[in-house]
């Protein structure tokens, strides 16, 4: 028995890559300590937050001592709800993409939930989960993260998918002839292919989370305040009283979040990132970071890196290796897992069904007058999203490329980008919409000004990625082949960003779409402004509770995104994977 454990013990630390060099610790691992303290200080608070007792208002303090500690809250939310997303943006993307059953559906499923703005969730998510945890803030805590996380993983989740499904056919030819499994192929293969991409739409669907932040934090349903205590809720009852200083430390309050984000979180990711270009020449400028630099120096990190890697590398591959011999061993093994998913298939449809059968008692009392009325409003709004859409672009494929292309200008911009695309645009809504009165612009056309804020940085941030993926090797080959600067944009420059165009097309529109009911319904002192569109329908709707309304207004609207999704960009996300992929 005692050899039995000596021989398992020996194999599993046999796993561990031991350093040649004794693992010395320095000064950086004393902050890197006390760094870990202040979060676990702060994670204690707040989960004495979220085990409080359920009030039906939180009250919101304007003194700006409180906003340290609401900015915390509302940070914590939104990293909570980005690892949801990156979760099920991994599991539901390579499903989507592996799967050509599962894609007929899986696909179609995300445009509809892409299409569902916020508020079209928090209804039935609040409701469900206070009435759950009705006894503490945990159900309503969890509402806003999930909230939060509606308007995160869609774009990730396109991103992850699209770039599993243009993998170069050279590198999965590589993976079939050095004979990964799986999981070694997603590891060294899918995963670093869609590394960039993917880090780039993640700093943008965090912006997108903090975009519905005040939404999310002080939700208004009926003659219900649900509010929590965090900087989405201080700025909007700021904004509610008119308070310009407290708006304004609103703001700086954000800001500072977005900066400690983007230097403790996302600069470092970046700066990883780097090593999965595809190219065979050195890159001219590698993106650094302090903060990783200091990391990589820290023992404490070292050792901590070791052991993760351990059990990610030795527990996945000693799992999937039993898993291929039992199914080397018996062909049976296939068929549970075959039934396992067609059982998936029919519960979706099952829940599908019990959902058209509810949703069908809802819209009962609703005449064909009020159909023919949500449709053109639902028209309007498409106009008004394409329209942002297409103005967005104008400006942001060339401002991406250039900063993609130019290892100066991205070491200048990429930081500054960021942190300006990271800040929820409903915060500088009052001061635009002033503005637009003053020149005589209404919201209907000024909502599209308002809708351009938030999703033009998904056009710039994938085309960035795309400017950034462009092999070093190919731009020095156009060079010595002679080619002008019209022929290099023509023939490899948009050809290599069209795919991440594509997917920054359509999360843009969905963004847009989403931002709608922020963006054609507004407040301010107490003065309600609105455009003639359905998102301005849906928050009103919401509201006043009106259930069957907003119901039907949600439903056009995903039915509009879907069916636009459907012919135009299916087609294409298509026209990307068959042309413009580097195979």
Known sequence: MSNHVTKIF??????????????????????????????????????????????????????PRFLPKYTFFSMVRGIIAYGLSLLFTLVYGYWAAKDKIAEKVLVPLLDILQSVPVLGFMPGLVLTFVGLFHQSNIGLELAAVIMIF???????????????????????QAATTFQFNWWQTLKWVEIPHSAIGLIWNSMMSMAGGWFFLMISEAFVLGHNDFRLPGVGSYMSIAVNHGNVPAMIYAITAMIIMIIFLDTFLWRPVVA????????????????????????????????????FKFFINYGINYLFSKKKTSMEDSGRTSLPFHMFVWMVYISFICLFGFGCWKLSHVLQSLSLSNWCHILWYGCLTLF????????????????????????????????????????????????????????????????????????????????????????????ESSKLFGMSRWQRLKNLYIPSVFPFLVTGWVTAAGGAWNASIVA???????QTLTAHGLGAMISQTA?????????????????????????????LYNMAQKKYTFS
């Open 10 to 63: 020996h194999k599993i630390w046999g796993g561990f890559a031991i350093p040649h060099k004794p693992i010395r610790f320095r000064w950086v691992d004393f902050l890197l300590v006390l760094g870990i303290a202040g979060l676990f200080y702060g994670l204690v608070s707040v989960e004495k937050e979220w085990t409080g007792i359920w009030s039906p208002q939180a009250e919101i303090d304007l003194n």
């Open 150 to 172: 509606t308007g995160q993983v869609w774009n990730m989740t396109f991103s992850f998918y699209h770039s599993v499904c243009t993998v170069p056919a050279d590198m999965r």
């Open 272 to 307: 990883w990132s780097q090593k999965f270009k595809i190219e065979e020449t050195k890159a001219q400028y590698v993106t650094s970071s302090f903060f990783l630099n200091w990391l990589r120096k820290a023992g404490l990190s070292q050792y901590i890196s070791t052991i």
């Open 384 to 475: 008004r999203v394409l329209s942002a859409v297409a103005i967005g672009t104008l400006w942001a494929l060339p401002a991406g490329l250039i900063i993609g292309l130019s290892t100066k200008l991205s070491r200048i911009f990429q930081p500054v980008i960021q942190i300006v695309a990271s800040f929820p645009a409903p915060m500088l809504f009052i001061p635009i919409i002033i503005f637009l009165k003053a020149v005589g612009v209404s919201l209907n056309f000024g909502s599209i000004v308002l809708m351009l804020l938030g999703t033009q940085w998904y056009i710039l941030f994938n085309v960035i990625a795309g400017a950034m993926s462009v092999p070093i090797d190919l731009r």
């Open 520 to 526: 054609e319904y507004v407040v301010f002192r107490g």
């Open 543 to 571: 509201e006043k509770a009106d259930f069957a309304l907003l119901t039907a207004s949600v439903l056009t609207m995903s039915a509009i995104v879907v069916i636009f999704n459907r012919v135009v960009w299916r087609s």
